[in-house]
């Protein structure tokens, strides 16, 4: 059975329609906070001096705002490539372990599929649905509701993220300044961060990265993120076996 006909069998399942419903309602809260990021992502691209047609390229395709907004300095400033891949390489590592967990969930599909919802597996996804859903179906294929409740959750944030990003590029000139939308996007990181929070582990592992970004915010070229995220790591997996050995 192709990819298509596959998720059209499962579309057509009431058990489907009730979680992709289930999905759109408990994502709600935090697309909020999406869009709120989208917005300030979109008039920083739009008043990056880099041309129209590659800020609407990296928003549609690239759906990654932290290694967007990193990056985009970078490339108006002509800083090399092999700084810009390895910027948005390091931000967007915490994906290759939300991937290790999602294997448990889909890997069972087709490589179509998992490359399409790949793309829509963002962070606010990541944390509703392995709350919602901890454990993965024996099969190693996301059953009925699962498939419905991830998509419901995805593509909410997806249009969330990307209305309000290409409002912000168009309108970036309309929008004030004294707004403060850097504060905004601020608020609106900790609203999609703090969700995560769920055990002594990840709270120790953020509390140590905020430390260590806030202690060497004066290093160049972003490289604070580079130290936090390292810590982070550390911290977590220390903290992880340290409580999980007891």
Aim: hydrophobic share 55%.
């Amino acid at each position: 059975m192709s990819v298509r006909s596959t998720w059209r069998a499962s579309i057509d399942d009431p058990a489907w329609r009730a979680a992709f419903a289930q999905g759109r309602r408990d994502i709600a809260g935090a697309a909020l906070g999406t869009m709120a990021m989208g917005l300030v992502a979109g008039v920083a691209m739009a008043k990056s001096g880099v041309g129209l047609g590659v800020i609407l390229a990296m928003s549609l395709l690239v759906f990654a705002s932290a290694s967007q907004l990193a990056c985009l300095p970078l490339i108006a400033a002509g800083a090399p490539l092999w700084v810009i891949v390895a910027t948005a390489c390091v931000l967007n590592l915490r994906f290759v372990v939300f991937s290790a967990n999602w294997r448990r969930y889909f890997g069972g599909h087709r490589r179509l599929s998992r490359v399409l919802l790949s793309y829509l597996a963002g962070d606010p996804v990541y944390a509703q649905f392995v709350h919602r859903h901890p454990q993965p179906s024996a099969t190693g294929r996301a059953t009925a509701q699962q498939q419905g409740y991830f998509l419901g959750l995805a593509l909410t944030n997806w249009a969330a993220w990307h209305v309000a990003s290409l409002a912000g590029i168009f309108l970036a000139d309309a929008i004030p300044a004294a707004w403060g939308l850097r504060f905004i996007g601020v608020l609106a990181l900790l609203a999609l961060a703090l969700p995560m929070l769920t055990d002594r582990a990840v709270r120790c592992s953020a509390l140590a990265a905020g430390g260590v970004a806030l202690a060497t915010a004066s290093l160049p070229m972003g490289l604070n993120v580079v130290a936090a995220i390292a810590t982070a790591f550390v911290a977590g997996t220390w903290a992880d076996r340290r409580w999980s050995a007891r």
